[in-house]
């Protein structure tokens, strides 16, 4: 079975930075993009990264641009969001996703369980 596991979330203060981690197991993606979405208590998922598999063509959410960078590890079939700079609205539990190409949640194929991310003001 394809599981995707999310680490790294957690509480920080805002203009700090965090790191999160999604691991892929249960196959190997290889060119398959990579992504990150994320969910506000009472607001839908909404689109934040993603990654083509090798590593090129990165695209983000304006909302995140200049501050939020994506990257992959091929060989541990991971996927990381680098997060600097962050406020107040960055509060959500992010989700990573594979299998898919853009940036609708409805095109993705595999989700893991979420993890929180709280930024303090």
């Known amino acids: 079975q394809v599981q995707l596991v999310e680490s790294g979330g957690g509480l920080v203060q805002a203009g700090g930075s965090l790191r999160l981690s999604c691991a892929a197991s249960?196959?190997?993606?290889?060119?398959?993009?990579m992504a990150w979405f994320r969910q506000a208590p009472g607001k839908e998922r909404e689109f934040v990264s993603v990654?083509?598999?090798?590593?090129?063509?990165?695209n983000y959410a304006d909302s995140v641009k200049g501050r939020f960078t994506i990257s992959r590890d091929s060989a541990k079939n991971t996927v990381y969001l680098q997060m600097n700079s962050l406020n107040p609205e960055d509060t959500a539990v992010y989700y990573c996703?594979?299998?898919?190409?853009?940036?609708?949640?409805?095109?993705?194929?595999?989700w893991g369980q979420g993890t929180q991310v709280t930024v303090a003001s």
């Open positions: 990654i083509l598999w090798s590593g090129v063509l990165p």
């Open positions: 996703a594979a299998g898919g190409w853009g940036t609708l949640v409805s095109e993705y194929a595999y």
């Open positions: 249960g196959r190997t993606f290889g060119n398959d993009n």
